[in-house]
């Protein structure tokens, strides 16, 4: 039984980080893109490209974690959909670990003055909506920002992939245990 918790944390550290990179390759992406944006036509397209680069990313991480699942059941034939599922959601938390920490190192280091600017853009956005109150409350808060991002990055990356480990993990054929025509084959 241990041995077999010890085989799904082995098998499941290649796979999460092939989806935390294929998320952070996004991510990487999708910044220097919007570094390009200007205004009017080339903004827009720049947009577009960014909702598509985000379906792709999407789609890939999907499709990645199926295959994943999968080829995890080809290579483990006495697992059974729980173990899958398990499976899935150790990779889900190792790719979760991967991108949040990056998103981390980004804000902290990287681009330290990003949230800054957002904070910023957001309270001239709102200025005539919010008090003084408010104002204040929203700069104390720019400080929490980088560790409420990776917790929600976390808990969000690892939900997703959690969820669709529960569905895909239904459909992968484990050993058949309840089949009435097993002696006759």
Request: hydrophobic share 55%.
């Amino acid at each position: 039984m241990a041995e077999e918790k010890i085989n799904i944390w082995n098998e499941a550290a290649v796979p999460g980080l092939v989806l935390g990179l294929v998320s952070i390759v996004y991510m990487v992406v999708n910044l220097l893109t919007s570094r390009l944006a200007g205004t009017g036509g080339a903004a827009f397209l720049i947009g577009l490209l960014g909702f598509v680069l985000w379906a792709a990313k999407i789609a890939a991480c999907i499709l990645l974690l199926r295959h994943f699942l999968l080829a995890f059941s080809r290579r483990n034939p006495s697992a059974d959909n729980r173990k899958v599922f398990q499976f899935g959601m150790v990779v889900a938390l190792f790719s979760a670990l991967l991108y949040s920490g990056f998103y981390l190192v980004y804000t902290l280091y990287i681009n330290p003055d990003m949230i800054a600017a957002s904070m910023e853009a957001a309270m001239s956005a709102y200025a005539g909506m919010m008090d003084s109150e408010m104002m204040s409350a929203m700069q104390n808060m720019q400080d929490s920002m980088p560790a409420i991002g990776f917790f929600s990055n976390l808990i969000w990356c690892w939900l997703f992939g959690t969820v669709l480990s529960a569905i895909f993990s239904r459909n992968i054929p484990g050993p058949v245990q309840d089949d009435p025509f097993k002696d006759n084959q």
